[in-house]
């Protein structure tokens, strides 16, 4: 295992923060008003000029610091902590309903509103019915 710390690439960062977002080169590009070729120039550095890296991050709906600061193993670790024990929690938060019932719950409403609408469009049938008829 190596001891070397890690190179602080921001262009790797911004690169990865980008597609994270699932946004192209060319989007990104577009939004900077510059070519892909300069964002994968940008991409491809090492350090980013600090007014850039502000425009950036503005497209990208980040902070500096965040992107200064991103790390992978960090997003990693984050996710991580959400898991399901199949007791109602997620990481340390516990649901306060069940799910299933809330479900059947909107099922109810919905089969409710639906035999409400079905039973007026019995009505206005029968009224157009005794309209023809009376003809």
Known sequence: MSTQ????HIGRKI????????????ALAQALGTSQQTISAIENSETVDEEKLIEIAKVLGLSVEAIKN????????YFNTFYDNSQGTVGNHYCTFN????????FEENKSLYE?????EREKISY???????K
């Not at 992978?72 to 670790?77: K, Q």
């Not at 799910?99 to 909107?106: A, F, I, T, W, Y």
């Not at 409400?116 to 007026?120: A, D, F, I, K």
């Not at 157009?128 to 009376?134: A, G, H, M, R, V």
């Open 116 to 120: 409400r609408l079905l039973e007026s």
């Open 15 to 26: 690169s990865r923060l980008r597609e994270l977002k699932d946004m192209k080169q060319e």
């Open 5 to 8: 710390t890690r190179s602080n």
């Open 70 to 77: 991103f790390s992978e193993e960090a997003v990693f670790t």
């Open 128 to 134: 157009l019915e005794k309209l023809l008829n009376s």
């Open 99 to 106: 799910p299933l019932d809330k479900l059947v719950e909107s």
